[in-house]
C-alpha cells in the first residue's frame, strides 16, 4: 500500500531564517566570498522577499559563480557552516511537526531550492527519509558550474516529488507540504494537505482565498 510523504520546505519553515545571507556572511567571513558576490546575493534575498525575484534567473548565476569549487570542500565548509549557523535556526514547531509525521509513517521529504550542499545537513540532522533540492553538476571532482536540470524550483520540485513518489510508492494526494513562499504554489497544488508556514504576503492571500491552513512558527 502507497505512503503518505510529508514534504517540507527549508527556508522560512524548518529553519526559522532564509539561509542564503547566513551563508553569503559566514562564506565572506571565512574568505570564500568578495564583496561585489554578497552585494548581489543579499539584493536577490530582497527581491525573493517581496516576491518579484526571477528565481530560476538567479539560480543559474548562484550556480556559475560556483564553477571550479570543489566538491568535497565544499560539503565540508556546508556542514561546518550549517553546525555554527543554521542547526540554532532550526524552528522547534518543525521539529514537532516532523515527529508527528514519524510517527505517523509518513516517508519525511525535504523539498527546497537550496543546494544539496546546504540542505542535506539539515535533513540528516532531522532524521529525514529524502532530500530533494538543487543539485549541481561535478565533473572529476570539482563544479563545473551548471545545475542538473530541472532545478528544484517552481514546477521544478514537483518534477523531482513526482520522481520520487514513484520510486517509494508515496502517494502524493495523501501527502502534506509544509511552505512558506508563493513560489512554491505548484507543489502546494499537488499534494492532498498545503500547509502554510510563516506565509509571505501573496502566499497568504492565496491561501486564505483557498481555505488552506496557516501556522506561524518560531
Not at 508527528?100 to 521529504?109: A, E, K, S, T, W
Not at 502517494?171 to 508563493?182: C, E, G, N, P
Amino acid at each position: 500500500m502507497s505512503r503518505a510523504g510529508a514534504f517540507f520546505d527549508m527556508d522560512r519553515t524548518v529553519v526559522r531564517t532564509n539561509t542564503g545571507p547566513s551563508y553569503l556572511a559566514y562564506a565572506f567571513r571565512h574568505g570564500r566570498m568578495r564583496k561585489r558576490h554578497v552585494a548581489v546575493g543579499l539584493w536577490w534575498a530582497f527581491l525573493y522577499k517581496l516576491t518579484v525575484l526571477d528565481t530560476e534567473r538567479a539560480m543559474d548565476k548562484a550556480i556559475a559563480a560556483m564553477a571550479g569549487t570543489g566538491d568535497r570542500d565544499l560539503q565540508v565548509f556546508c556542514r561546518t557552516w550549517f553546525e555554527d549557523e543554521v542547526k540554532p535556526e532550526i524552528s522547534g514547531y518543525a521539529r514537532r511537526a516532523i515527529e508527528l509525521h514519524r510517527r505517523r509513517g509518513d516517508v519525511l521529504v525535504l523539498l527546497t531550492a537550496s543546494s544539496t550542499y546546504a540542505a542535506r545537513p539539515v535533513a540528516e540532522h532531522l532524521g529525514m527519509d529524502h532530500v530533494l533540492a538543487t543539485r549541481v553538476e561535478v565533473m572529476d571532482g570539482t563544479l563545473t558550474g551548471r545545475a542538473i536540470d530541472p532545478p528544484c524550483i517552481g514546477e521544478g520540485k514537483v518534477f523531482w516529488a513526482e520522481q520520487l513518489a514513484r520510486e517509494h510508492d508515496i502517494d502524493l494526494d495523501r501527502s502534506a507540504f509544509y511552505t512558506d513562499s508563493v513560489h512554491d504554489m505548484p507543489m502546494l497544488l499537488r499534494v492532498g494537505f498545503p500547509v502554510i508556514v510563516n506565509p509571505d504576503f501573496r502566499l497568504a492571500r492565496l491561501a486564505r482565498a483557498k481555505g488552506w491552513r496557516i501556522e506561524r512558527w518560531s
